[in-house]
Nanobody, 122 residues
Framework: QVQLVESGGGLVQAGGSLRLSCAASGRTFRWRAMGWFRQAPGKERDFVAGIRWNDDSTIYADSVKGRFTISRDNAKNTVYLQINSLKPEDTAVYYC???????????????WGQGTQVTVSS
């Protein structure tokens, strides 16, 4: 089990960028798949991006491909989400998750952070 703490959210204008960070505690981070999800008010939690533990390969939701980049630094126990060309529809609470497989399903993630708010103004 890992404890996850997200940071880096905020209010930004459309077209701007943010880098979200997710700091993990625990010694098992490097063997965990990591993912980012987001949840807008009144909507379900949606997959954004995932990164596998064994080869750092990545997967993305179609809606964010080319704009979002997930990466990890095992030495720092941290996973990042670089968000570029922000749109108002990207407004949501962004959650970091750790699990046994980097998929688009919440079912493959066991541990979740508390979330960080991203608000994009038009």
């Amino acid at each position: 089990q890992v404890q996850l703490v997200e940071s880096g959210g905020g209010l930004v204008q459309a077209g701007g960028s943010l880098r979200l960070s997710c700091a993990a505690s625990g010694r098992t981070f490097r063997w965990r798949a990591m993912g980012w999800f987001r949840q807008a008010p009144g909507k379900e939690r949606d997959f954004v991006a995932g990164i596998r533990w064994n080869d750092d390969s990545t997967i993305y939701a179609d809606s964010v491909k080319g704009r979002f980049t997930i990466s990890r630094d095992n030495a720092k126990n941290t996973v990042y989400l670089q968000i570029n060309s922000l749109k108002p529809e990207d407004t949501a609470v962004y959650y970091c998750a750790a699990g046994w497989a980097a998929t688009s399903s919440t079912a493959t993630y066991d541990d979740w952070g508390q979330g960080t708010q991203v608000t994009v103004s038009s």
